[in-house]
T-cell receptor, first 114, second 114 residues
Framework: DSGVTQTPKHLITATGQRVTLRCSPR?????VYWYQQSLDQGLQFLIQ???????AKGNILERFSAQQFPDLHSELNLSSLELGDSALYFC?????????????FGDGTRLSIL | AQTVTQSQPEMSVQEAETVTLSCTYDTSESNYYLFWYKQPPSRQMILVIRQEAYKQQNATENRFSVNFQKAAKSFSLKISDSQLGDTAMYFCAFINSGNTPLVFGKGTRLSVIA
């Protein structure tokens, strides 16, 4: 158990819809990362938050947004969903967001767009 | 931009044998960190081993060890006494010492055969 909690585990929805994925980091971790893993692909970085503020942005679509709340949990919002958005979405956390601190991953949310 | 290349999409090994997974990376940074993550069929991302670039000594974790060749920008993973539970996708990942996210390779699918 990594200590990172992601909900829901599975999400099935239709094109055009909007969903919210939730992540609670490990106790004490201030930095949260979101990654997308499409079928049989590596993980692509989407966005990072540190102590409530956006710190780094990767290949995140404009239809996607995220935030980190004062209690440090984070939400990833995906809107106007397309078939290609079907993927496994991972949240990871680390203590301060520095490179020397390992990122610990949640179990992911599997998003299926019908 | 940093890149990570895993040249072996699939590998197989007999139970109790040794297997080596290859990874090369490209960076202009001098201080960085390298990781191997394991993703079993359950799709969890599990940290296997990490290596700091400034350390010459290769990291070891039980049956897992790395061969880190900084000049060649190579970071291979050796799994000794392979077990059926080692069957998984293995991802090599890179992060520099600053505030950047993990960069993943596309993965190597390892099958351990009884």
């Amino acid at each position: 158990d990594s200590g990172v909690t992601q909900t829901p585990k599975h999400l099935i929805t239709a094109t055009g819809q909007r969903v919210t994925l939730r992540c609670s980091p490990r106790s004490g971790d201030l930095s949260v990362y979101w990654y997308q893993q499409s079928l049989d692909q590596g993980l692509q970085f989407l966005i990072q938050y540190y102590n409530g503020e956006e710190r780094a942005k990767g290949n995140i679509l404009e239809r996607f947004s995220a935030q980190q709340f004062p209690d440090l949990h984070s939400e990833l919002n995906l809107s106007s969903l397309e078939l290609g958005d079907s993927a496994l979405y991972f949240c990871a956390s680390s203590t301060l967001g520095h490179g020397n601190q390992p990122q610990h991953f949640g179990d992911g949310t599997r998003l299926s767009i019908l | 931009a940093q890149t990570v290349t895993q040249s072996q999409p699939e590998m197989s090994v007999q139970e109790a044998e040794t297997v080596t997974l290859s990874c090369t990376y490209d960076t202009s940074e001098s201080n960085y960190y390298l990781f191997w993550y394991k993703q079993p069929p359950s799709r969890q991302m599990i940290l296997v081993i990490r290596q700091e670039a400034y350390k010459q000594q290769n990291a070891t974790e039980n049956r897992f060890s790395v061969n880190f060749q900084k000049a060649a920008k190579s970071f291979s993973l050796k799994i000794s006494d392979s077990q059926l539970g080692d069957t998984a996708m293995y991802f090599c990942a890179f992060i520099n010492s600053g505030n950047t996210p993990l960069v993943f390779g596309k993965g190597t699918r390892l099958s351990v055969i009884a």
